[in-house]
C-alpha cells in the first residue's frame, strides 16, 4: 500500500513538473513582450485591441501572452510591481482552470489581477471571491489602477450596500466580493419580484481565493435567506432540564467517535417517565424525540469557550477552522433553541426560509472556476473528487527555508502543558517572536495566564477579542512578541519579521525567524500546515512544532488507545516520547479522521443535492418569468411568481421537516437518504399543480386587474423585510444514526456522480 501512495505521489509530481515546463516556456514568451518603451496610450489600444479580438469570438488562450505582459507593464507602471516568474505561473495555471498551491506572502493577490484582466475582456464579468469583506475591499482598491490604466473597470461589494450600488459593483468587468455576500445577492434575486431588483448579472468566470476554506471548509454550509424572525415561546428549557436529570453510562452513551450521543433503553424509560408521553419512539412522539436529541447534544457536545461563546446576551457561534466569531450563523432551528435553552438565553423564532443553498451549489453555478491557497496538495483527492478541480503547485519565488520538527508527544496533558510553558519561557529569553495557535478560547485564555505567570508577556487573540485582530498580528513577528491565538491566526494572516521595521526583522531572522507552535493537532492535516504556514514567509527564516499529548481529545476521540503499543497506554513521564511507531500512528489516526469528514460530507452532499436540483428547476422557470419571457399579463406575472416563491418556501419547511426525523428510518432498517429522496420528490412534484390552482383562483379575485394596489390588498407581496444568515449544517450529521453512515457513503458517490452533468461539476 505505502508504495502505491509513493509511485501515485511521483506520477503526480511528475505530471506537476511537466505543466511547470510549459508554463517557463510561455513566462519566457511574456517577457519577450517587452513593453517598456510604449507609451500609456499604445499601452491603453492594445488592450482595446484585445478587448475587440476576444468580444468577436478569438479563444482566451491566443491572447494569454499579450495580455498578460500588458499586465506586467500595468503593475510596474501604476504600482511599481515587477510580477516574478512564479506570478506568472500561477496566473497561468489560474486561467486554465486550476487550482493553484502557492505559499503566503508569494503573492497571490497580484497573481490573480492576469487572468481576472484575460477573462474580462469578454465582456461577462469576472468574480474574485475573498476571505472577507475588508480583503474585497482592500484588493480591488489595491489592486485598482492596473486594470483602469488598461480600460476596465474594478468595484467591491460590502455587506450592507444600497442595491443600485451592488447591481453597478456586479456590472463591473472585475468584481472583488465575499462568496457568502455574492451567494446572499443570488437569494434575494431568487425572490426578486422586478427584474429591476436583481443585482447578478449570468455567470461566467471565478477566482476563489483562500479556496481550500470556501471549497472544503465551508462547502456544505447551507446560506439562506428568510422572512423576520418573532420570538419564540420554545419548550427547550423544559428539555435542557430533563437532560440534566440523565447521568452518562446509566441514562445514555456516545459513538465510538463521540460525534454523537443517544438514549439508552433506561434512559429512554427515565425520559418517558419525566415527560409522560408514553413509548418516545411512536410515531406520533416525534417531535419530541427530535427535541430531546437536540438538547443531548447541546448539553453534551456543544462547548462554551470552544464550540461558542456568550455575549451580550446571545448565543455566538466559533468557526471550527478559523477560530473567528462565525458572524452571522446560527444552528439549525432546533439545535439553536436549545444551546440558547442550555445558556438561559430566549431563543428567536428562524423566519420562514424563503431560499436556501449550500456554497458548494452556488459556486457550481460558475461555468468555469479555479483557485488558490496555500494549502491544498494534502487534500487534491477532495479537490477532484467533488469539483473535478486538479492541484498545481507553484514553486516559490525563494527557497522555504522553515524547519517544520516532527510533532512533541507525551504521554499526558499536565505534562504538555508544563512543557508548552518551559518551551514559550526559554524561547523567549532569547528575544525570538513567538506565535502559540491554541484549540480553544478556554485553552488560550488558559495558556495566557500560565505565562504571566511565568513572567512571559503575551497579546492574547481569540473570538473574545477579535476587532484588535489587526492590531496583535501586526505586531507578531516583532522582537519579544509572544502571540497565544486561537486558528485565527492560522489563515488570512501576513505576519511580518520585526512587525515591518527593517532593523528588526533582520534581528528577528538572526534569532531563527518566527517560532510556531501548535499546541494541538487538528482534524485536517490541511489546517495543521496553514498555522505552520504563518513563519517562512518569502524567503525568512522560522520553524515550527506542534505538541500532542495521548489525552488530547481528538485522540482519545478516535481510538488512540486501540492504536498505540500497550507499554504506553498507562505510562506518565514528563519527557516527550521519541518513538517513531507513535508518530506513525498519530498520523495514521489523522489520515483516518480526514477520511471519515470526507464521506460524511459525501453523504449530506445526498441530502442537499436533490433539493438544489429541484430549486435550480423551479428557479429557471421563475426567472423566465420575470424576464417576461412568458406572454404573461403583469398581473399573471405577479400572481405566479408569488405562489412560485410561497410553494417552494412551504417546500423547504417539509424538506427540514423530514430531515430533522429522517434518521428514525434506520431503525426499521430502511435507508434514510433513499427514504428522504422519495419523499422530497413526491412533495415536489405536487407544486406545480398547487401554483396552477392557487393562481387560477387568485387571477379570478383580481379580474384581470393590473393595479399594484390591488395586488397589495390580496397580500401579493414578498416580506416587508428579510434577513440573511448561515446555518452551521454539520450538526445535522451529527444527529444522524452514525449506522447509516457506510451505506449512506457508497449511495452518495453514486448520486453525485448521476448529477454531476445536472451541475456542470464535469466542466471544473
Known amino acids: 500500500m505505502n508504495l502505491a501512495v509513493k509511485f501515485m505521489r511521483e506520477l503526480k509530481d511528475r505530471g506537476n513538473q511537466y505543466k511547470l515546463k510549459g508554463y517557463r516556456d510561455k513566462v519566457e514568451l511574456i517577457r519577450k513582450r517587452n513593453l517598456e518603451a510604449w507609451d500609456e496610450k499604445q499601452l491603453r489600444a492594445e488592450s482595446l485591441q484585445l478587448r475587440k479580438e476576444a468580444k468577436s469570438g478569438t479563444p482566451l488562450d491566443e491572447l494569454l501572452v499579450d495580455a498578460y505582459a500588458l499586465v506586467c507593464e500595468a503593475a510596474k507602471r501604476t504600482l511599481g510591481l515587477k510580477p516574478y516568474d512564479v506570478q506568472i505561473i500561477a496566473a497561468i495555471a489560474l486561467h486554465e482552470g486550476f487550482l493553484i498551491e502557492q505559499h503566503t506572502g508569494e503573492g497571490k493577490t497580484l497573481s490573480a489581477v492576469m487572468p481576472a484582466y484575460l477573462n474580462a475582456l469578454t465582456g461577462e464579468g469576472v468574480h474574485v471571491l475573498t476571505f472577507n469583506d475588508y480583503l474585497a475591499s482592500r484588493d480591488a482598491d489595491w489592486m485598482g489602477p492596473i486594470y483602469r490604466f488598461l480600460g476596465l473597470t474594478v468595484k467591491s461589494v460590502q455587506a450592507g450596500m444600497s442595491l443600485s450600488d451592488k447591481r453597478e459593483a456586479y456590472a463591473a468587468d472585475i468584481t472583488y ?39 472544503l471548509d465551508e462547502a456544505r454550509v447551507p446560506l439562506v435567506i428568510a422572512g423576520e424572525p418573532g420570538s419564540s415561546k420554545s ?48 410515531s406520533h412522539n416525534s417531535h419530541l424525540l427530535s427535541s430531546l436529541n437536540c438538547a443531548l447534544h447541546a448539553e453534551l457536545l456543544l462547548r462554551k469557550d470552544a464550540d461558542y461563546i456568550v455575549r451580550d446576551g446571545k448565543i455566538e457561534l466559533i468557526d471550527e477552522y478559523t477560530g473567528r466569531v462565525a458572524e452571522n450563523r446560527h444552528l439549525p432551528d432546533g439545535l439553536q433553541a436549545a444551546l440558547a435553552a442550555k445558556e438561559g438565553l430566549q431563543p428567536l423564532a428562524g423566519g420562514k426560509i424563503l431560499g436556501t443553498i449550500t456554497l458548494q451549489h452556488f459556486l457550481s453555478l460558475y461555468p468555469k472556476i479555479c483557485g488558490m491557497t496555500a494549502t491544498a496538495q494534502v487534500s487534491a483527492m477532495e479537490f477532484e473528487a467533488i469539483y473535478a478541480l486538479q492541484v498545481v503547485q507553484i514553486p516559490p519565488n525563494r527557497p522555504n527555508i522553515r524547519i517544520d520538527h516532527p510533532h512533541r508527544i507525551y504521554t499526558h496533558k499536565e505534562a504538555k502543558f508544563k512543557a508548552l510553558v518551559q518551551e514559550i519561557s526559554s524561547v523567549h529569553r532569547t528575544g525570538r517572536p513567538i506565535l502559540i495557535g491554541t484549540s480553544s478560547v478556554e485553552e488560550s485564555d488558559m495558556l495566557a495566564e500560565a505565562l504571566a505567570v511565568a513572567s512571559v508577556p503575551c497579546h492574547v487573540l481569540n473570538a473574545k477579542n477579535d476587532a484588535k485582530e489587526a492590531e496583535i498580528i501586526a505586531k507578531a513577528g516583532e522582537i519579544g512578541a509572544v502571540t497565544v491565538s486561537t486558528n485565527m491566526a492560522g489563515r488570512g494572516v501576513d505576519i511580518r519579521l520585526g512587525g515591518g521595521n527593517p532593523t528588526q526583522a533582520e534581528v528577528a531572522a538572526k534569532l531563527g525567524g518566527l517560532y510556531v507552535i501548535g499546541t494541538h493537532m487538528h482534524q485536517s492535516v490541511r489546517i495543521d500546515n496553514q498555522l505552520r504556514g504563518r513563519s517562512g514567509r518569502q524567503g525568512d527564516p522560522g520553524a515550527s512544532v506542534i505538541f500532542v499529548s495521548l489525552e488530547d481529545e481528538l485522540l482519545l476521540q478516535f481510538g488512540i488507545d486501540k492504536a498505540i503499543p500497550p ?92 430531515r430533522e426525523g429522517i434518521h428514525l428510518t434506520s431503525l426499521v432498517n430502511r435507508n434514510p437518504i433513499a427514504e428522504f429522496h422519495a419523499q422530497i420528490i413526491q412533495a415536489y412534484e405536487q407544486i406545480e399543480a398547487k401554483i396552477e390552482r392557487e393562481s387560477a383562483n387568485m387571477l379570478a379575485k383580481l379580474r384581470g386587474s393590473n393595479d399594484p394596489g390591488m395586488w397589495e390588498k390580496f397580500g401579493l407581496r414578498n416580506p416587508a423585510s428579510t434577513r440573511t444568515y448561515i446555518i452551521n449544517d454539520q450538526y445535522k450529521e451529527y444527529l444522524q444514526n452514525p449506522s447509516s453512515w457506510g451505506p449512506g457513503t457508497i449511495i452518495a458517490f453514486w448520486i453525485r456522480k448521476m448529477l454531476r452533468p445536472v451541475f456542470r461539476w464535469s466542466k471544473f
Open 177 to 215: 466580493v465575499t462568496a457568502k455576500e455574492a451567494g446572499f445577492d443570488y437569494l434575494r434575486d431568487s425572490i426578486a419580484m422586478d427584474e429591476a431588483d436583481i443585482v447578478h448579472r449570468p455567470f461566467h468566470y471565478v477566482i476563489v481565493d483562500e479556496a481550500d476554506s470556501l471549497l
Open 235 to 282: 419548550d427547550g428549557i423544559h428539555f435542557a432540564e430533563v437532560v440534566k436529570q440523565l447521568k452518562q453510562d446509566e441514562h445514555y452513551d456516545f459513538d465510538e467517535f463521540k460525534r454523537n450521543v443517544y438514549l439508552n433503553e433506561a434512559g429512554a424509560a427515565r425520559v418517558e417517565s419525566l415527560l409522560g408521553c408514553g413509548n418516545l419512539y411512536e
Open 567 to 658: 507499554a504506553y497506554r498507562n505510562l506518565r513521564q514528563d519527557e516527550a516520547l521519541e518513538e517513531p511507531v507513535l508518530r506513525s500512528k498519530i498520523d495514521h489516526i489523522q489520515r483516518v479522521i480526514m477520511g471519515q469528514n470526507f464521506d460524511i460530507h459525501q453523504e449530506l452532499n445526498c441530502y442537499s443535492d436533490m433539493v438544489e436540483e429541484q430549486r435550480r428547476m423551479l428557479y429557471k422557470e421563475r426567472l423566465g418569468i420575470l424576464k417576461g419571457e412568458m406572454p404573461m399579463s403583469p398581473s399573471e406575472q405577479r400572481v405566479r411568481l408569488y405562489y412560485i416563491d410561497k410553494f417552494w418556501a412551504d417546500h423547504l419547511a417539509y424538506v427540514s421537516y423530514i
